[in-house]
T-cell receptor, first 113, second 113 residues
Framework: AQRVTQPEKLLSVFKGAPVELKCNYS??????LFWYVQYSRQRLQLLLR??SRESIKGFTADLNKGETSFHLKKPFAQEEDSAMYYC???????????????FGSGTRLQVQP | DADVTQTPRNRITKTGKRIMLECSQT?????MYWYRQDPGLGLRLIYY???????NKGEISDGYSVSRQAQAKFSLSLESAIPNQTALYFC????????????FGEGSRLTVL
């Protein structure tokens, strides 16, 4: 079974400080990993995906298969980064043979002025 | 704009009542999903559908049923609601070629007394 673990429920940093939101996964196949973000009073939306190796809003995430991690990083946090962040894994569900997203429990990032 | 719309947005009901949450989309996506969000647990997949005749159970389908009435409509039913089904429910869609990129509705907050 696939599993996504986000160990921190809350991460509080000051503006300008580096941010690292942790994500570890468990999956027997080749994973596809994503970060989703939910800003206050907005819908949950895709932030970035590992396969694109992109930087969105200054955030990056590198897939480390050896450590089964996909941590989200930003060198200098901004107040507008305050939001709920979810790590998600797209994997095959063994009982259905279908691929669907499994989400972690989420980390709330608070960026203080 | 193409969108994912959930109704009702808020519902309070009593134990034992039948409840239906509805989702419609104008994105033209084949795939639709129902997730449940609980504090500290993140989003958990209830049911998902890859087309009108392809419906699959997620990790927490007990106590729920779904109906895919058309490509654009996917309803979630609680046949006999219980208090621990109090949660925020999200509908989402995805294109068949980008299953990791989900587009979410605004959510339906259900309270079961």
């Amino acid at each position: 079974a696939q599993r996504v673990t986000q160990p921190e429920k809350l991460l509080s940093v000051f503006k300008g400080a580096p941010v690292e939101l942790k994500c570890n996964y468990s999956y027997s196949g080749s994973p596809e990993l994503f970060w989703y973000v939910q800003y206050s009073r907005q819908r949950l939306q895709l932030l970035l995906r590992h396969i694109s190796r992109e930087s969105i809003k200054g955030f990056t995430a590198d897939l480390n298969k050896g450590e089964t991690s996909f941590h989200l990083k930003k060198p200098f946090a901004q107040e507008e980064d305050s939001a709920m962040y979810y790590c998600a894994l797209s994997g095959l569900h063994m009982d259905t043979g279908r691929r669907a997203l499994t989400f972690g429990s989420g980390t709330r990032l608070q960026v203080q002025p | 704009d193409a969108d994912v719309t959930q109704t009702p947005r808020n519902r309070i009901t009593k134990t034992g009542k039948r409840i239906m949450l509805e989702c419609s989309q104008t994105k033209g996506h084949d795939r639709m999903y129902w997730y449940r969000q609980d504090p500290g647990l993140g989003l958990r997949l209830i049911y998902y559908s890859f087309d009108v005749k392809d419906i699959n159970k997620g990790e927490i389908s007990d106590g729920y049923s779904v109906s895919r009435q058309a490509q654009a409509k996917f309803s979630l039913s609680l046949e006999s609601a219980i208090p621990n089904q109090t949660a925020l429910y999200f509908c989402a869609t995805s294109d068949r070629f980008a299953t990791g990129e989900l587009f979410f509705g605004e959510g339906s907050r259900l309270t079961v007394l």
